[in-house]
């Protein structure tokens, strides 16, 4: 089946600071990725939609200039939090939807645990 | 707009029994529903989806959901329940014809007990 890729899978980072996380499509190309946000034990949120070639689509209430995305090329996609702060610790997960032979399904990352200190 | 209830936080099952875990879903037109499987620290699973055709879908590892148009249900389900089954379980539903993201359920904590 298609494999979504990210990277890191882990990182720790100072407060204030940045850090990019990649979402990657191995064996697909995705003109759109999403990107989730996950709190222990708890539901995804989505936050935003990734789109080649244009603007990310934000929901409401997630801050566009601090989380980043850039949607490089049709099979990456990035999400950089900048200034980060002890609050922006969670699990975020990317996912690329997929369409073939009519039917429709969406291929999920690994996740990144971000831990801001 | 679409939502997904999944209305049990906690599942506990004994090894070896069935196991159901419920899902009810709002959406506008015929849904395309999704089941997803989640252990710690790591991404989403896909286990089985229903888009049309028969009610009853089978999914991977023995898993099954049913389909039930007039409940607007979604229910999980496995005839025998395994210890490596215990995880978090999401429903999920997209609208035809609507933007292609997925809207999730809570998510329902599944452990089966040895």
């Known amino acids: 089946g298609a494999v979504v890729s990210q990277h890191p899978s882990r990182v720790i980072c100072k407060s204030g600071t940045s850090v990019k996380i990649e979402c990657r499509s191995l064996?697909?190309?995705?003109?759109?990725m999403f990107w989730y946000r996950q709190f222990p034990k708890q539901s995804l949120m989505l936050m935003a939609t990734?789109?080649?070639?244009?603007?990310?689509?934000?929901e409401q209430g997630v801050e566009k200039d601090k989380f980043l995305i850039n949607h490089a090329s049709l099979t990456l996609s990035t999400l950089t939090v900048t200034s980060a702060h002890p609050e922006d610790s969670s699990f975020y997960i990317c996912?690329?939807?997929?369409?073939?032979?009519?039917?429709?399904?969406?291929?999920f990352g690994p996740g990144t645990r971000l831990t801001v200190t | 707009a679409q939502s997904v209830a999944q209305p049990e936080d906690q599942v506990n099952v004994a090894e070896g029994n069935p196991l159901t875990v419920k899902c009810t879903y709002s959406?506008?037109?015929?849904?395309?529903l999704f089941w997803y499987v989640q252990y710690p620290n790591r991404g989403l699973q896909f286990l089985l989806k229903?888009?049309?055709?028969?009610?009853l879908v089978k999914g991977s590892y023995g898993f099954e959901a049913e389909f039930n148009k007039s409940q607007t249900s979604f229910h999980l389900k496995k005839p025998s329940a395994l210890v490596s089954d215990s995880a978090l379980y999401f429903c999920?539903?997209?609208?035809?014809?609507?933007?292609?993201?997925?809207?999730f359920g809570s998510g329902t904590q599944l452990t089966v007990l040895p």
């Open positions: 996912s690329a939807p997929r369409t073939s032979g009519g039917t429709y399904e969406q291929y």
């Open positions: 064996d697909f190309q995705a003109t759109t």
């Open positions: 990734s789109n080649e070639g244009s603007k990310a689509t934000y």
């Open positions: 959406v506008s037109g015929n849904p395309y």
């Open positions: 229903y888009i049309t055709g028969d009610n």
């Open positions: 999920a539903v997209r609208a035809p014809g609507s933007a292609r993201q997925l809207t």
